[in-house]
């Protein structure tokens, strides 16, 4: 059983940085998708961010690229925020799947195929 663990969401001003920690625990196959997620007030979750395994390849939501980063060390995986702008105000959710590399390409950003979630963590971004 994998266990997923999410902290870091705060209160912060437009044009401020957050870094987001997912802790993995239980056992985790060798290959796998990571992904995170967000999912506002009515809103259906959308997916933010993803990598493979290791950590490569990476995929960003258009929305995010160039102000997000995914990162993992050891057994703990990252989204790095910076810029942030009042529509990015979600909860985050970390998620994860064993998988492919093909199979993460192309569902990295649809939260049915993922098997494992975190509880979540608020993002709030004001003006």
């Known amino acids: 059983q994998v266990h997923l663990v999410e902290s870091g969401g705060d209160s912060v001003q437009a044009g401020g940085s957050l870094r987001l920690s997912c802790k993995i625990s239980g056992y985790m196959r060798d290959t796998f998708c990571m992904g995170w997620f967000r999912q506002a007030p009515g809103k259906e979750r959308e997916g933010v961010a993803a990598?493979?395994?290791?950590?490569?390849p990476k995929y960003y939501a258009d929305p995010v690229k160039g102000r997000f980063s995914i990162s993992q060390v050891e057994n703990t995986v990252y989204l790095q925020m910076n810029s942030l702008k009042i529509e990015d105000t979600s909860m985050y959710y970390c998620a994860a799947v064993p998988a492919t590399g093909d199979y993460c390409s192309m569902f990295w950003a649809t939260a049915l195929r993922y098997n494992y979630w975190g509880q979540g963590t608020q993002v709030t971004v004001s003006s």
């Open positions: 990598q493979y395994s290791a950590g490569r």
